[in-house]
């Protein structure tokens, strides 16, 4: 069974920086690509970073393009979201799955709240 358990998340500052993890269990990490997904109160979940298996290619929402970065560690079977000049539009609860087709299955997700 596949299992996500996401941490890192907090409080900052508008301009500040955080990093979250994800990491991931019943899965075959190495072979499939991952991405983070949030959601914001009152609003849909949505796919904001993707990366590829080996991590040579990554994607991003508009809203994030030059300000995060996802990486991912396959031998230690997790994923990494590095968010810089973070805004209070990035508050939301932070989750990570396969991206596109998610599993069924999502984790506790990680709350991010950007404020002053």
């Known amino acids: 069974q596949v299992q996500f358990v996401e941490s890192g998340g907090g409080l900052v500052q508008p301009g500040g920086s955080l990093s979250v993890s994800c990491t991931a269990s019943g899965t075959i990490f190495s072979s499939i690509f991952m991405g983070w997904y949030r959601q914001a109160p009152g609003k849909q979940r949505e796919l904001v970073a993707w990366i590829s298996t080996n991590g040579g290619s990554t994607n991003y929402a508009v809203s994030v393009k030059g300000r995060f970065t996802i990486s991912r560690d396959n031998t230690k079977n997790t994923l990494y979201l590095q968010m810089n000049s973070l805004e209070p539009d990035d508050t939301a609860v932070y989750y990570c799955?396969?991206?596109?087709?998610?599993?069924?299955?999502w984790g506790q997700g990680t709350q991010v709240t950007v404020s002053s």
């Open positions: 799955n396969v991206p596109f087709t998610p599993y069924n299955y």
